[in-house]
T-cell receptor, first 111, second 116 residues
Framework: DQQVKQNSPSLSVQEGRISILNCDYT??????FLWYKKYPAEGPTFLIS?????DKNEDGRFTVFLNKSAKHLSLHIVPSQPGDSAVYFC??????????FGKGTSLLVTP | DTGVSQDPRHKITKRGQNVTFRCDPI?????LYWYRQTLGQGPEFLTY????????KSRLLSDRFSAERPKGSFSTLEIQRTEQGDSAMYLC??????????????FGSGTRLTVV
């Protein structure tokens, strides 16, 4: 059973615009959420995280929003750059143990 | 410290052979995790260690799989009698856990296993 879902397999955005990647989860016990970026033949690279006591966390161009009542989180990248083109994975866990990943969203930022 | 290191990067083996992968975590991290990723999927949790103790194993970890972390530092993942379905990217991650939470959940570059 897929406890973390990324319903958009791909997204294309123009350079300079905002990229919004979405993620839904089903397990209300999840309290720690992360976003990873992945290039082919490499491991996932950590981008940003948020705990359930917050509803927003910012780091430079990256902001993660958490809506606990809707069991939804989103990653905003602004402004988007061509180097942001990669597969983005959402992950969730209980207390930071095993991560449950979505299937990923492939982001393409075009010049 | 250069992050989480995994060796080898690629392994091709014949069905039925045993393979062993190694992971060296970030030195100050006390937790070490193994994941498996197949094409079109996100990484799937296999097992994790807190120091040298293996505290959780996924149902994905069949009897043919065994993981160790003998001195609480590096870890090995062994697959016995490999099957074609074991072909995947095997990822190792480490993190630091403490009273304030979990920090620095970092992945290695993975070992790509191909069973022929």
């Amino acid at each position: 059973d897929q406890q973390v879902k990324q319903n958009s397999p791909s997204l294309s955005v123009q350079e300079g615009r905002i990229s919004i990647l979405n993620c839904d989860y089903t397990n209300s016990m999840f309290d720690y959420f992360l976003w990873y970026k992945k290039y082919p033949a490499e491991g996932p690279t950590f981008l940003i995280s948020i705990s359930s006591i917050k509803d927003k966390n910012e780091d430079g161009r990256f902001t993660v929003f958490l809506n606990k009542s809707a069991k939804h989180l989103s990653l905003h990248i602004v402004p988007s750059q061509p180097g942001d083109s990669a597969v983005y994975f959402c992950a969730a866990s209980k207390s930071g143990y095993a991560l449950n990943f979505g299937k990923g969203t492939s982001l393409l930022v075009t010049p | 410290d250069t992050g989480v290191s995994q060796d080898p990067r690629h392994k091709i083996t014949k069905r039925g052979q045993n393979v062993t992968f190694r992971c060296d975590p970030i030195s100050e991290h006390n937790r070490l995790y193994w994941y498996r990723q197949t094409l079109g999927q996100g990484p799937e949790f296999l097992t994790y260690f807190q120091n040298e103790a293996q505290l959780e194993k996924s149902r994905l970890l069949s009897d043919r799989f065994s993981a160790e972390r003998p001195k609480g530092s590096f870890s090995t993942l062994e697959i016995q009698r490999t099957e074609q379905g074991d072909s995947a990217m095997y990822l190792c991650a480490s993190s630091l856990s403490g009273p304030q939470g979990v920090y620095g959940y970092t992945f290695g570059s993975g070992t790509r296993l191909t069973v022929v």
